[in-house]
């Protein structure tokens, strides 16, 4: 069974930073694909970043130099660290991989206010 456990969300100020965390079980990171998702207010789920087996990484034009995505394959676990945190990166962040099925993490509530 894959369960996906996301951590490391909070309330943080403009320009502040955070490292989210997405700790898998039931599956290994490093064979497959992994991403980040956010959902803001009101709107549907966009990519942010992704890493795939080979350790290539992509991200969404608007985090692009803010956001970096990386995987420590023994602790099978996802990070995102994100910098220079912007209003607008506010939402609830999902990690995501797909392994014959679609999984989903429970989401990590990120909030940049002042």
């Known amino acids: 069974q894959v369960q996906l456990v996301e951590s490391g969300g909070g309330l943080v100020q403009p320009g502040g930073s955070l490292r989210l965390s997405c700790a898998a079980s039931?599956?290994?990171?490093?064979?497959?694909?992994v991403a980040w998702y956010r959902q803001a207010p009101g709107q549907g789920r966009d990519l942010v970043a992704r890493?795939?087996?080979?350790?290539?990484?992509n991200y969404a034009d608007s985090v692009k130099g803010r956001f970096t995505i990386s995987r420590d394959n023994a602790k099978n676990t996802v990070y995102l660290q994100m910098n220079s945190l912007k209003s607008e990166d506010t939402g609830v962040y999902y990690c995501?991989?797909?392994?014959?099925?679609?999984?989903w993490g429970q989401g990590t509530q990120v909030t940049v206010s002042s």
């Open positions: 039931g599956i290994i990171f490093a064979h497959n694909h």
């Open positions: 890493i795939t087996a080979a350790g290539t990484t």
């Open positions: 995501y991989v797909r392994f014959l099925n679609d999984y």
